[in-house]
Nanobody, 114 residues
Framework: QVKLVESGGGLVQPGGSLRLSCAASGSIFSINAMGWYRQAPGKERELVARISTGGSTIYADSVKARFTISSDNAKNTVYLQMNSLKPEDTAVYYC????????WGKGTLVTVSS
């Protein structure tokens, strides 16, 4: 069984920064990529960023130039550095591991408000 644990969420003022972390553990046989999704109240879950084990990245247009995804393959950990945060970034952020199966974390709440 694979477990993903996110951390780093919280309350931040507009223009501020947060760094999310997600550590995967358990019976991980293969990892193709890891990533972050988010779901705001009343909205569908959307892809924020994804990074392959080779280092290739993709970002949602809404976060390009503000968010940076990175990973430590040896630690099966993915990070999301979020800068210049906006109120519309408020959401529950979920970590995902793409492997033989896809695994999800339980999410961490990010609230951007003054």
């Amino acid at each position: 069984q694979v477990k993903l644990v996110e951390s780093g969420g919280g309350l931040v003022q507009p223009g501020g920064s947060l760094r999310l972390s997600c550590a995967a553990s358990g019976s991980i046989f293969s990892i193709n990529a890891m990533g972050w999704y988010r779901q705001a109240p009343g909205k569908e879950r959307e892809l924020v960023a994804r990074i392959s084990t080779g280092g290739s990245t993709i970002y949602a247009d809404s976060v390009k130039a503000r968010f940076t995804i990175s990973s430590d393959n040896a630690k099966n950990t993915v990070y999301l550095q979020m800068n210049s945060l906006k109120p519309e970034d408020t959401a529950v952020y979920y970590c995902i591991l793409y492997g033989g199966m896809d695994y999800w974390g339980k999410g961490t709440l990010v609230t951007v408000s003054s």
